[in-house]
């Protein structure tokens, strides 16, 4: 089995010792995203939301880095310190899974930094052609 690491050049990416995603055969694991800063303040975008979509596009090139798409997750993780804020992420992720919903868990949690709302990780599987 061959594994190909996939980076994204994240700042945690470096300061932790992990990459965006690793292809594992047939199998896609893409880490823990979070929304990245904002250019012009430095922060991430406020609520989870927005928090949500700007992961999503950061997971959605790491999977196509990997020769996938959301259509192939078969597992999903969300992980927000607020269980209240999930309800306002539902239609993104109705939006990015469609017709190709994976399974999903989401856990109350606290993340590494109290700015941000949500972290979605995804597990894929595309079998070689």
């Given at each position: 089995?061959t594994?190909?690491?996939?980076?994204?050049?994240?700042?945690?990416?470096?300061k932790?010792?992990?990459?965006?995603a690793?292809?594992?055969g047939?199998?896609?694991?893409?880490?823990?995203?979070?929304a990245?800063?904002?250019?012009d303040?430095?922060?991430?975008?406020?609520?989870?939301?927005?928090?949500?979509?700007?992961?999503?596009?950061?997971?959605d090139?790491a999977?196509l880095?990997?020769g996938?798409?959301f259509?192939?997750v078969?597992?999903?993780t969300?992980m927000?310190?607020?269980a209240?804020e999930?309800?306002?992420?539902?239609p993104i992720?109705?939006?990015?899974?469609?017709s190709?919903?994976?399974?999903a868990t989401?856990i109350?949690?606290g993340?590494?930094?109290?700015?941000y709302?949500?972290?979605?990780?995804?597990?894929?599987?595309?079998?070689?052609?």
């Amino acid at each position: 089995m061959t594994i190909k690491r996939i980076h994204s050049g994240g700042a945690f990416e470096a300061k932790i010792g992990y990459c965006r995603a690793v292809v594992a055969g047939d199998w896609i694991h893409v880490s823990g995203t979070v929304a990245p800063p904002l250019e012009d303040t430095g922060e991430p975008p406020k609520g989870a939301a927005a928090q949500c979509a700007a992961a999503l596009k950061i997971i959605d090139k790491a999977l196509l880095d990997a020769g996938a798409s959301f259509a192939d997750v078969v597992r999903v993780t969300y992980m927000l310190p607020a269980a209240s804020e999930f309800e306002s992420c539902w239609p993104i992720l109705s939006a990015t899974f469609g017709s190709t919903p994976p399974a999903a868990t989401m856990i109350e949690c606290g993340l590494i930094d109290p700015k941000y709302r949500i972290e979605i990780e995804v597990t894929a599987y595309k079998p070689a052609a």
